[in-house]
């Protein structure tokens, strides 16, 4: 797991929010032609939005916790599983995007990210490791839910769930909306593997290029 920051340390949640906003802006610029695409727009919105920056990890947990009993018994245990993975996405997603809030600060960035300092961090959080099993996880998820949009009884079964989310969580952004969301944007995809394999390719090609600038700088001072 990512190297986080510590669970009681308070985060700079507005940086928070501005590194979010800002790596939604970035892959929007990296993956524009994805997000062009007939195929894989809407999913394109979906990664940005709910699996790559997630805003409020701490209640879609709680949310998901309240309600997983729930999706055990109407999915079984091969799909909770998954379910399972894709809220340990969530939560190295989250804990990757604290020690990069604690990494700019300690560079002493405190609004107005730019690309250098983005970069600069991104190599300062000193995770490649990490970041590889981000990325693998990215595409593991992708792949599993993409699998389980197929079914026609996961429309029902998310129906019923959202009949009852209120029952179990008074977030507006709850797990079911998310869910909801992933099955509109994932149902209609035929072929998920040009997606994750492009997704794949250019974000490892984004992190060795930061990673060895960086080192390539380290190794000249």
Do not use: W
Request: glycine share 2%; with cysteine.
């Amino acid at each position: 797991m990512p190297k986080k920051a510590s669970a009681k340390a308070k985060v700079n949640l507005d940086l928070k929010r501005e590194l979010q906003d800002f790596q939604v802006r970035q892959l929007k610029r990296n993956f524009s032609d994805l997000y062009a695409s007939k195929d894989y727009g809407q999913l394109c919105e979906f990664f940005a939005q709910d699996i790559y920056a997630p805003r409020d990890f701490e209640e879609r947990n709680r949310s998901f916790e309240q309600i997983s009993s729930y999706f055990r018994n109407a999915l079984g245990e091969r799909f909770f599983h998954g379910l399972i993975r894709l809220l340990d996405l969530y939560e190295m997603s989250d804990a990757m995007d604290n020690l990069m809030v604690v990494t700019l600060e300690k560079m002493g960035v405190r609004k107005d990210i730019s690309q250098e300092q983005y970069d600069e961090a991104y190599y300062r959080c000193d995770n490649y490791d990490e970041r590889i099993e981000q990325l693998d996880l990215i595409v593991e998820c992708f792949h599993f839910t993409h699998s389980l949009c197929q079914y026609r009884f996961i429309g029902m079964i998310l129906k019923t769930a959202r009949m009852t989310s209120h029952l179990f969580s008074s977030s507006k952004d709850s797990i079911v909306d998310m869910l909801e969301r992933g099955y509109q944007a994932l149902r209609p995809v035929k072929n998920i593997k040009p997606f994750t394999d492009t997704i794949y390719e250019r974000e490892l090609k984004r992190l060795n290029r930061i990673y060895d600038f960086y080192s390539q700088r380290v190794a000249s001072s």
